[in-house]
């Protein structure tokens, strides 16, 4: 039984010292530790690589969003970095950030949940809320997390409180994590309500829903949204190709509706480690309880088939001009899955790549964010923006970042192919530029 009572320790949470243990220090465990650090919270943050854990206490962060000198405040503030599990047992709340990728035939990998949780099981004690944030299908916390606290010989709502709380970063945003409003439910009443108070010291804006299945689902709901936009205007652009209408003077047009109306564009796919794979979560837990998910299926199907039109575009406009793609350089440029950032993690930048390499183009790529090394590791050749850009044939751009001279690409490059609208964006009209 912990000492406290549920009111001492909703108060506690809601207004006294305490310390944020957060399992996971990744894109969102960090800044979330961060931020607890910069609210006054006393943080211990937990790692299972320690070479992760040891540039952290060195100051140095892996997590672009997360700078140094934000890290060397949250040190001085005196957030300390593990990873030695047995330290979250110091930790009145637990917060778990681990991944929740999609394994080889595109179903759910709880692997690391499934670790958090066990990790959990072996530090949890008297008075500590546990929070999931890891996106997952709904049911995953009381399948999951129950069990662990349960099998330490705790009680629900009587030595712990479990909630799921979805991560909302959107990477590259300037959006910091305690500006951004947080949904919080709880696998009790009273668990949502100490999440909520535990939360409201990490954000400003807290948004209680009466389950942590409801919170579950508000994430995926939140990225199925964009999936299935996203995936609408890729065939829109298929459609609007098809009549000679230019897609991108069609969205702007479209979004000068002030109401019922965002904006989506189109692009070569769609990449990150949400957008493609969260719908995934919701789509194989709903096949199991025979409920059909077509919305996502077919924007799957046609996020996925991008990287094949773009290719399909490219050698018809080779073949326009009595070439093929085999015996072609081709420059890419921009690897990473959205722009100014370095992630090029599910990026179809590199499907199309990988398609027009398939079909012997001579490739290179060009992309100020992602380090040479990287993209050597995926085997292509590197190509600085200083160099002589003339000697490729045809440049396609994949990704739009802001630090590329898209003048100079179309001054430099004989025939350049937009796939991110950019050239109409800021106006820049070249003869040589077609659009998707
Ligand atoms: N994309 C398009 N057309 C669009 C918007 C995006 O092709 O109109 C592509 C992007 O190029 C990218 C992919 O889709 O390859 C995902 O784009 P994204 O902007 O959704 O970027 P993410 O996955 O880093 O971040 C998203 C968050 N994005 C925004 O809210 C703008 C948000 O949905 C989640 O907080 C986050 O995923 C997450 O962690 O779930």
């Known amino acids: 039984m912990t000492t ?11 207004t006294g010292r305490w310390t944020a243990g957060v399992i ?16 006054g919270l006393d943080v ?38 593990t990873a030695d599990e047995a330290h979250l047992r110091e930790a009145d709340a637990l917060f778990i950030a681990v991944p929740s990728p999609l394994g080889r035939n595109r179903q759910p990998d709880m692997s690391f949940i499934e670790s958090a949780a066990a990790t959990v099981a072996r530090v949890a004690r008297p008075g500590q809320l546990v929070s999931l944030e890891s996106t997952t299908y709904p049911g995953t916390t009381e399948d999951h997390l129950l069990p662990a606290v349960r099998s330490a010989g705790l009680e629900l709502d009587r030595d712990v409180w479990v909630t799921f709380s979805p991560e909302r970063v959107d990477p590259g945003n300037v959006l910091q994590t305690g500006d951004i409003p947080k949904v919080v439910g709880g696998v009790s009443e009273a668990s949502g309500a100490i999440g909520a108070a535990a939360y409201g010291r990490l954000v400003d804006n807290v948004h209680l829903v009466s389950t942590a299945r409801a919170a579950e689902l508000t994430k995926l709901l939140e990225n199925t949204y964009r999936a299935v936009n996203i995936a609408m205007v890729n065939e829109l652009a298929q459609v609007a190709h098809a009549f000679d209408i230019d897609i991108w003077e069609v969205v702007g047009a479209a979004a000068t509706k002030p109401f019922g109306f965002q904006p989506f564009y189109p692009g070569p796919g769609v990449g990150g480690h949400c957008i493609p794979l969260d719908p995934q979560f919701l789509a194989w837990r709903a096949r199991e309880l025979r409920v059909t998910t077509r919305f996502i299926d077919l924007a799957e199907d046609i996020n996925l088939h991008m990287p094949d039109y773009v290719t399909g575009r490219i050698a018809a406009l080779l073949n326009e001009r009595q070439r093929s793609i085999a015996g072609t350089r081709i420059l890419g440029v921009g690897v990473a899955y959205k722009p100014n950032i370095a992630d090029d993690r599910e990026s179809p930048a590199i499907d199309v790549l990988r398609l027009l390499e398939r079909r012997g183009a001579e490739l290179g790529v060009l992309d100020p964010h992602v380090p040479p090394d990287r993209l050597e590791r995926h085997g292509f050749t590197a190509t600085e923006h200083a160099d002589d850009l ?18 100079a690409l179309a001054e430099q490059v004989e025939l350049v192919f937009d796939t991110r609208g950019v050239y109409r964006r800021k106006g820049i009209d070249a003869p040589n530029v077609v659009s998707l």
């Open 44 to 81: 211990i943050g937990f790692d299972i690589d320690p070479r992760r854990v040891a540039a952290l206490d060195g100051g140095t962060s892996h997590v672009e969003d997360v700078t140094d000198e934000e890290l060397e405040a949250a040190l001085a503030a005196g957030a300390r970095f």
């Open 24 to 39: 996971g220090l990744g894109y969102v465990g960090l800044p979330l530790a961060v931020t607890a650090a910069s609210r």
């Open 4 to 14: 406290d009572t549920y009111q001492d320790r909703l108060e506690r949470f809601r």
């Open 390 to 407: 003339s000697e490729w044939d045809l440049a396609v751009v994949l990704t739009d970042h802001d630090a590329i001279d898209y003048a």
